[in-house]
């Protein structure tokens, strides 16, 4: 298996959600991810779309890193067909590092754990722990009512357009996951365009 070109943390549901065109986003970028040369970082589970993004990386030949904490390892149904499955001591080591392997986050439809990483990321780049590009995936208006609500936070001066600028919205996966890997300077245009 050669060197992947990039390596991007994924973060969603543990359930599979109400509307198929979740589970089926889920699947597309997994599938993006191994057809670009790629490697999916995620929490490691097989449940819901976690599972499901895995799973298509790993059919289309891609490599897929899986970290999860001991404590979840039946809860989540950790996912032993992962290139690398990493089981650690905390949730806390989980999470520093899916950042530490990833050039890129993205976010699909989840529920409070996703939520939770991604508000993390978001607040850690604009602290300046890291300057890696984060991206929103609003498949379905999953994500229209959180957006809304954090343009009206930055009406109400709580947030400023600078934070807004530092995450990447759009219902498009593959545009999205083309613009995060461009953004970290991972991939050059021309060679994304050509699969
Ligand atoms: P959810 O979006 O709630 O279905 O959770 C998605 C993933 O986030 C699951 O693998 C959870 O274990 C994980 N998760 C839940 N809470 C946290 C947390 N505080 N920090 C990091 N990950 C979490």
Redesign the pocket.
């Known amino acids: 298996m050669t060197t992947p070109a990039f390596s991007i943390c994924v973060?969603?549901?543990?359930?599979p959600g109400a509307n198929p065109a979740f589970m089926e986003v889920a699947r597309s970028v997994g599938e993006w991810i191994a057809r670009h040369n790629g490697q999916l970082v995620?929490?490691?589970?097989r449940?819901?779309?976690?599972g499901i993004a895995a799973d298509a990386a790993l059919q289309a030949g891609g490599r897929v890193i899986g970290i999860?904490?001991q404590a979840?390892v039946e809860?989540?149904w950790a996912h032993e067909g992962c290139t690398e499955l990493h089981v650690v001591d905390t949730?806390?080591e989980?999470?520093r590092m899916m950042a530490e392997r990833a050039d890129a986050f993205l976010a699909l439809p989840?529920?409070?754990?996703?939520?939770?990483?991604l508000f993390?990321v978001w607040t850690w780049r604009q602290l300046g722990y890291h300057d890696k590009p984060i991206g929103i995936l609003n498949t379905a208006h999953y994500y229209t009512g959180l957006l809304t609500f954090l343009a009206h936070a930055k009406e109400q001066q709580f947030m400023n357009a600078q934070q807004m600028g530092l995450v990447c919205a759009s219902d498009t996966s593959d545009l999205l996951l083309r613009e995060l890997v461009q953004t970290a300077g991972l991939a050059p245009a021309a060679q994304l365009e050509q699969i």
């Open positions: 973060y969603c549901g543990s359930r995620y929490g490691g589970g449940n819901g779309l976690m999860i904490p979840l809860k989540e949730m806390h989980r999470k989840g529920g409070i754990g996703t939520l939770e990483e993390e």
